[in-house]
């Protein structure tokens, strides 16, 4: 994707109810996103992580999805609505709770799955996957994150939405070729320069703190942003939620940086991000290698809350996690484990934290970083 100067707008938004058509149009105009789109197929590609209801924040509301659908289809476009949930969740599930599945249905437009759709496998940028082809074949891909914490990258938005166009257990497996922050940073932003022309619309409007990407709390944010550029969204979304842009490691060269900022002013109170593998990006990377056995991320599983389920065991992409025989709550080989926070995502239980080496919590207190 062309790296140019971009504009952000930000509009306010309360809620997902009768205001929120107005807002998804208050918002495409000032990100001067506008046109006769007749005749293009347009792919939406919300976060539809695992199966979750909306109330719940974990994946991007369907409402939004239902007026972003409407917006297109006005000018129009042929809509379709694709993703790929993470590899241990129900595809039927996730369609039926997350709402997404009814609203096209209501709307008369495809859902597709990206595993049953073929891909187009890519050397980019020193990295080889595979891309979901319905992805490639869209003229433009509308991108659709939820604003969420995340114990991997402390910040998923715009940027980190797209891996999930690398279908079922392939993105498990990149998570096992490029387990240091700094590689799998990079290669999310080679994978954004393979996709056909795009817009992102985040939702904005209850977001996710804390042990996010699925197991935090709910939080108003009150908003929605638009940009042509992912990167500069969420370089605009680090200053408005007090992040530190040089923790997420897919803003990196300079990406998204001299953007231009349009719209409302919209303030958010404290929000929580997850002591996860991104605490790591403190540390120089080779003091790190040299020092890993002391200094870490893991999951830590409480078996009191723990159900079971064994969705941590199969999401595992380093195979560091079985389970027990006796029990079935899950066991970790702590030198496997390379800190991805797969089994944390996953979770439907919220039975897993991402816990720290007691060097690594000393460097943080000794630095202040929260």
């Not at 495409?28 to 007749?38: H, N, T, V």
């Not at 953007?259 to 404290?270: C, F, I, K, L």
């Not at 723990?306 to 970790?332: D, E, F, R, Y």
Request: proline residues 6%; charged residues 20%; aromatic residues 6%.
């Amino acid at each position: 994707m062309a790296r140019v100067k971009a504009t952000v707008a930000v509009v306010r938004c309360a809620d997902y109810g009768d205001g929120l058509g107005a807002a998804v149009e208050r918002a495409f105009a000032l990100a001067a996103w506008e046109g006769d789109f007749s005749g293009k197929r347009v792919l939406l590609k919300p976060n539809l992580l695992t199966d979750r209801k909306p109330e719940q924040a974990v994946t991007t509301h369907p409402e939004v999805v239902r007026h972003v659908i409407r917006w297109f289809r006005r000018r129009g476009a042929e809509v379709s609505v694709g993703d790929s949930p993470a590899s241990t969740a129900n595809l039927k599930n996730v369609w039926r709770l997350s709402g997404v599945g009814a609203v096209c249905a209501e709307e008369q437009v495809p859902l597709i799955s990206f595993e049953q759709a073929g891909v187009r496998p890519f050397e980019q940028d020193g990295f080889s996957f595979s891309v979901a082809q319905p992805v490639l074949d869209a003229d433009i891909v509308v991108n659709l994150p939820k604003v969420k914490s995340h114990s991997l990258t402390m910040l998923t938005a715009a940027v980190k939405n797209i891996y999930g166009v690398l279908p079922g257990y392939s993105k498990t497996m990149n998570h096992r070729l490029h387990p240091k922050l700094a590689a799998f940073g990079r290669l999310i932003a080679a994978i954004w320069n393979v996709i056909p022309p795009s817009v992102t619309l985040a939702d904005g409007i209850i977001g996710m703190e804390g042990q996010g990407p699925a197991n935090g709390r709910p939080v108003p944010l009150g908003f929605l942003a638009v940009s042509e550029d992912p990167f500069a969204l969420d370089r605009m979304l680090c200053g408005m939620l007090r992040i530190d842009a040089r923790r997420v490691p897919y803003l990196v060269d300079g990406l998204g940086e001299g953007y231009t900022r349009v719209g409302d002013e919209v303030s958010v109170g404290a929000f929580e991000t997850p002591s996860g593998a991104h605490i790591l990006n403190i540390l120089p990377q080779g003091l790190v290698d040299v020092f890993g056995r002391l200094v870490w991320v893991r999951p830590a599983f409480s078996e009191a809350v723990c159900v079971g389920c064994g969705k941590c065991a199969a999401a595992c992409p380093a195979h560091a996690i079985t389970l027990s025989t006796q029990t079935h709550k899950p066991v970790l080989k702590r030198n496997a484990c390379i800190s991805c926070s797969c089994c944390h995502e996953v979770c439907p239980a919220d039975a897993i934290r991402m816990t720290q080496s007691r060097i690594l919590r000393w460097v943080k207190a000794f630095k202040g970083v929260e």
